[in-house]
């Protein structure tokens, strides 16, 4: 038996071998679960209206104002698209975003916010706005925040209208304050930037994925079809899944184990399976749980029982490099023999290919369900962003392979993956100058 063989026995047995995966059961239970949430009923995916549509004709020469607020900065720019549909940008900015560093009023929070801009406040109609931040978005495309991770300290701004404050800022500070404002999160911008990316190109239907330190995606929906909504139109619109949450797939104890470790246990497993965020920590479990149970050698086992501290840096670079002898595995395995060496590469590229498949398998739930690619000449656009999807060793080799297995050959249903750059700030745009 070779030591390939050994490790795949070991997974099957603790059901975290990525061929237990079944992508024609996976899909089902997607679908399920989505429709579940498209309809009110309880569901591990939220499946939150947008109220954006993904139209793919984006006007040209109208500038609009873009904000992009997600993490540690605030950036703003006024962004307008070309003759040929070529991003314009303009008075870029990048600031600290408010209540980094200290707690901030609602007065301050908005000050800051509006004198990022002010300058250009008057050039343009429109403000489209990235801000990933749980919200509760609205029919007319405000939003009313509900909570700020990553950080920020804002508490007096939440729960109330960003479009009624910035207006009421910009009043004060005798600026024009009619802008039309459009609320989207960083995963429909992504969506919307595949539309400008290749403007000579013609999509049947547009995909927004996310994959770096969490995993989110999004389609386009018909309204007709959100039964907790109330809705007359035959618009279709944005769908924001939240399908980082999905449970419905086959999960071993060393994926329970981690899940009740981590501070939101019971949620977001299909992103603890997957990941930047978790997927280093899930190794480290998976390897002591893997010593435990004597996949290893005795000697081997001793030294990885100690393991601690393992990121998903450390766990992607060891099969990156198996030499490295910078690496935390590389170090620490120095004394082990070249069987147990090849043991642990094995067990890590299995969990990393059963990311691959159960990446490629929401992927592929995402365009059947939004029921578009089906024409080789006009194939599906997946607009994919997150460091970890290009750089996860072999990563994307691995999704597509299971996309052109099971999506083309056995779905006929066609795609091409894009990576655009400043999605957040181009995908806010779109949103801005598209939606009115």
């Given at each position: ?89 303009e008075n870029f900015k990048k600031i ?324 655009v750059e400043d999605a957040p700030l ?11």
């Open positions: 038996m070779s030591v390939k063989e050994k490790v795949y026995n070991y997974l099957k047995k603790e059901n975290l071998f990525f061929q237990s995966i079944d992508l024609d059961d996976y899909v089902r239970e997607f679908h399920g679960e989505m429709n579940k949430g498209l309809s009110g009923e309880n569901s591990s995916m939220a499946m939150i209206p947008t109220y954006v549509k993904g139209h793919p004709h984006i006007p040209r020469n109208i500038k609009t104002i873009v904000l992009d607020a997600g993490g540690t900065n605030l950036r703003a720019a006024l962004v307008s698209f070309d003759d040929n549909g070529a991003p314009v940008v600290r975003m408010p209540g980094f560093d200290r707690e901030v009023s609602k007065e301050e929070f908005y000050e800051i916010l509006v004198d990022h801009f002010a300058d250009f406040a008057d050039q343009a109609d429109s403000i489209g706005f990235c801000f990933s931040y749980p919200a509760e978005i609205t029919p007319d495309r405000d939003a009313i925040p509900t909570l700020f991770t990553k950080e920020i300290k804002a508490r007096e701004v939440l729960g109330e209208s960003i479009q009624e404050n910035i207006s009421a800022m910009l009043k004060k500070k005798g600026l024009k304050s009619d802008h039309r404002l459009v609320v989207l999160n960083d995963t429909v911008a992504t969506q919307l930037t595949g539309m400008s990316s290749t403007p000579d190109r013609e999509y049947d239907g547009y995909i927004g994925y996310i994959l770096g330190t969490g995993i989110n995606g999004c389609y386009q929906e018909d309204s007709s079809n959100i039964g907790k909504i109330q809705s007359h139109s035959s618009d279709s619109q944005i769908i924001n899944t939240e399908c980082g949450s999905f449970s419905h797939f086959p999960r071993g104890k060393v994926d329970e184990a981690f899940d009740s470790s981590t501070v939101c246990p019971g949620q977001y497993h299909l992103e603890k399976a997957c990941s930047g965020g978790y997927f280093g920590p899930l190794c480290e479990l998976a390897i002591k749980e893997a010593a435990e149970k004597g996949l290893f050698s005795a000697d081997a086992s001793k030294i990885l029982k100690g393991l601690k501290g393992l990121n998903t840096m450390h766990a992607d670079n060891y099969m990156h490099n198996p030499q490295d002898q910078s690496n935390m595995l590389v170090e620490l395995m120095k004394p082990a023999s070249s069987e147990d060496k090849e043991v642990l590469f094995w067990l890590l590229d299995s969990l990393l290919e059963r990311a691959a498949k159960l990446t490629a398998g929401s992927l592929a739930a995402l365009v059947l369900k939004g029921q578009c690619g089906e024409n080789v000449l006009k194939p599906v656009c997946l607009t994919v962003d997150g460091t970890t999807f290009y750089a996860y060793y072999k990563f994307k080799a691995r999704v597509e392979r299971y996309l052109d297995e099971y999506l083309v050959k056995k779905h006929g249903r066609y795609y091409e993956i894009i990576q181009l995908g806010a745009a779109i949103a801005a100058l598209t939606n009115r």
